[in-house]
């Protein structure tokens, strides 16, 4: 029997999504949106779903790339953030961009009149009653609202700052210059891909970082302390020519089997999925612009043609541990009634808010249906943020290597835009098999 009323705190992406996908199938929504009254530092208006920041929810190509597969997911899904963004579409080439003033009017005006939504403008904590909630409060969760929901799932559950490291596709590293290997031979080998460096290279990498440009802290993020325990690579070099080789690019414990000499540093890579697709740059986290992550990433030997599926980030973001305090459902494990969604459950990008607001609505509404499959982008989404790794989570954008492989027959394994396609052919089969089910 689904829940008759239920409460969404947080109309952004993910909060207005989740209204509607209640709201139509039936069910009442108190709405509770905090802006006007109580503004956050990066909106700028009392609009649901206002963009913060860029006007485009990326590729729009459904047959190559990730995110385009979501969009189509969510369309199908009669996703109202979709139905939005394509009324409200400007020329952007091959992505989605919109015009942010009518996307978000029309969003608002959309929710506001519908029958089934009450609408309220006030701050909201973490409810202690048994309403069904959903919590989609953003990146920029209130002070109040995160402090309720640290005190439940435990300081070390909820974070203010993403230090991402960037990631990179395995198949796309030289293995005749990386080797599997843990520091001191503890553990499985193969949780971690080692680069080596001689001195001339490493004194190289040193003076690159130092040289490249960054991306500046915006006024309020300079606000909240952070630092010492996940410093940028770059701040780190400044610090000296040796701390990198003292720090997260320690030689020790590791032997080369390309170097005739002892590496002056080892860049680590450790597995970021079960499947060992995607390895993730220990420690490298940093600000350093996109296109000079890339290049200079890219001067570390074995990663000349690296592809990187994420590249690294410092930001402020409320964000929890999703696969330690939430089960597959999305429901906080401390407090089942409270469901969260958006960029608050530990996912990144407007896109990725929007397809767990989606279904945090649709599990609200129908607790028991089945979940999406993970070859799905929306099941593999859901998949990362409910059950990704615990020791090493950090929100990320949809890529492929969050899905399982695609079954590929013979033993040459198909690559590039042919490979993608095997997993956007997939996860549409998949998804309409999906909507049978849960008959929607
Ligand atoms: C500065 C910044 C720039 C970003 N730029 C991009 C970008 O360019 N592209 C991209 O894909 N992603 C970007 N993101 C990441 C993220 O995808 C977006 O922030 C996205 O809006 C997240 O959707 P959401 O629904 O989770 O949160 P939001 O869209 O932020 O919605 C959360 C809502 O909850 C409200 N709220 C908060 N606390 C309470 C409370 N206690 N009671 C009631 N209401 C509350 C807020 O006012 C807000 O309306 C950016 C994030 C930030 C912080």
């Known amino acids: 029997?689904?829940?008759?009323?239920?409460?969404?705190?947080?109309?952004?992406?993910?909060?207005?999504?989740?209204?509607?996908?209640?709201?139509?199938?039936?069910?009442?929504?108190?709405?509770?949106?905090?802006?006007?009254?109580?503004?956050?530092?990066?909106?700028?208006?009392?609009?649901?779903?206002?963009?913060?920041?860029s006007n485009s929810l990326r590729?729009?190509?459904?047959?190559?790339?990730?995110?385009?597969?979501?969009?189509?997911?969510?369309?199908?899904?009669?996703?109202?953030?979709?139905?939005?963004?394509?009324a409200c579409s400007v020329p952007a080439g091959g992505a989605l961009a919109v015009n942010r003033h009518d996307f978000s009017k029309m969003i608002t005006q959309k929710l506001k009149s519908h029958p089934l939504i009450r609408y309220e403008v006030r701050h909201m904590g973490l409810p202690t009653d048994d309403v069904p909630t959903i919590v989609a409060t953003g990146p920029l969760t209130s002070g109040p609202m995160a402090d309720d929901?640290?005190?439940?799932?435990?300081?070390?559950?909820?974070?203010?700052?993403?230090?991402?490291?960037?990631?990179?596709?395995?198949?796309?590293?030289n293995?005749?210059?990386?080797?599997?290997?843990?520091?001191?031979?503890?553990?499985?080998?193969?949780?971690?891909?080692?680069?080596?460096?001689?001195?001339?290279?490493?004194?190289?990498?040193?003076?690159?970082?130092?040289?490249?440009?960054?991306?500046?802290?915006?006024?309020?993020?300079?606000?909240?302390?952070?630092?010492?325990?996940?410093?940028?690579?770059?701040?780190?070099?400044?610090?000296?020519?040796?701390?990198l080789a003292f720090g997260p690019m320690k030689p020790v414990g590791l032997t080369s089997p390309h170097l005739t000499e002892r590496p002056k540093a080892v860049v680590q890579l450790r597995k970021e999925n079960k499947e060992g697709n995607l390895m993730n740059m220990v420690g490298f986290q940093t600000k350093l612009t996109y296109g000079e992550q890339t290049r200079i990433f890219r001067t570390i030997p074995g990663l000349e043609d690296a592809i990187f599926a994420r590249l690294g980030g410092i930001h402020r973001n409320t964000f929890v541990c999703g696969p330690k305090v939430l089960d597959e459902r999305l429901c906080l494990k401390k407090r089942p009634s409270v469901r969260l969604a958006g960029q608050v459950s530990g996912c990144e990008g407007y896109v990725e808010s929007t397809a767990m607001g989606l279904l945090a609505g649709l599990l609200t509404a129908f607790p028991e249906?089945?979940?999406?499959?993970?070859?799905?982008?929306?099941?593999?989404?859901?998949?990362?943020?409910?059950?990704?790794?615990?020791?090493?989570?950090?929100?990320?954008?949809?890529?492929?290597?969050?899905?399982?492989?695609?079954?590929?027959e013979g033993p040459r394994k198909i690559k590039g835009a042919d490979r993608k396609k095997l997993y956007t052919t997939r996860a549409l089969r998949d998804l309409e098999e999906w909507k049978k089910q849960i008959n929607l």
């Open 59 to 86: 590729s729009d190509d459904v047959q190559t790339s990730a995110v385009g597969l979501l969009h189509e997911e969510l369309r199908r899904m009669g996703s109202l953030i979709m139905i939005a963004a394509d």
């Open 149 to 173: 929901i640290q005190t439940l799932t435990g300081d070390e559950s909820l974070h203010f700052f993403d230090a991402i490291a960037p990631i990179v596709y395995t198949d796309s590293i």
């Open 175 to 243: 293995m005749e210059k990386a080797w599997y290997q843990s520091r001191y031979d503890k553990g499985d080998k193969y949780d971690y891909l080692n680069l080596a460096l001689t001195k001339e290279q490493y004194e190289q990498f040193v003076r690159d970082l130092l040289a490249g440009e960054k991306v500046a802290f915006k006024e309020w993020e300079k606000e909240t302390p952070y630092f010492e325990g996940c410093l940028p690579i770059e701040v780190m070099a400044e610090r000296g020519m040796d701390t």
């Open 1 to 53: 029997m689904p829940h008759q009323k239920v409460r969404v705190i947080g109309a952004g992406l993910a909060g207005s999504e989740a209204a509607w996908q209640l709201a139509q199938k039936g069910i009442t929504v108190d709405l509770i949106e905090m802006r006007p009254d109580t503004m956050t530092p990066a909106h700028t208006t009392g609009d649901c779903a206002e963009l913060v920041c």
């Open 369 to 408: 249906m089945p979940l999406p499959p993970a070859t799905t982008a929306l099941g593999a989404m859901l998949r990362h943020v409910t059950q990704g790794n615990i020791d090493t989570y950090q929100p990320m954008n949809i890529n492929f290597g969050l899905f399982p492989e695609p079954e590929t």
